[in-house]
């Protein structure tokens, strides 16, 4: 559940504009102002020469919108309590449009 944002707050890429990468987690979420609204974990497996430690991770996502209404995404991947990379303001996805039907 999203707790409700900050009265009077910027949209959610400013804020994550502030993050950077070596922050705590806890840091984060508060530099944020509220909860995700979707998070994704896994556990990143170590490469075959074994160049990167496995271990589990988040993926933390907020949704915003730019001045023009355009749907942002702005995310924070974290593992053990740091952060590790930063994406403010992405364009989100747009959905495919449906497919016409014949009439047939």
């Known amino acids: 559940m999203t707790e409700p944002a900050i009265e009077n707050a910027p949209p959610a890429h400013d804020r994550c504009a502030l993050v950077h990468v070596g922050m705590s ?26 160049q990167s430690p496995a271990g589990s991770y988040a993926i933390d996502a907020w949704n915003s919108v730019d001045a023009r209404n355009r749907p942002l995404i702005s995310s924070i991947r974290s593992s053990g309590g740091v952060v590790e990379e930063v994406v403010c303001g992405r364009p989100a996805p747009t959905p495919a449009p449906a497919p016409l039907s014949s009439g047939l």
């Open 25 to 50: 987690y806890r840091d984060a979420l508060a530099t944020m102002g509220r909860d995700p609204d979707s998070t994704l974990s896994g556990h990143a497996e170590a490469g075959r020469d074994g």
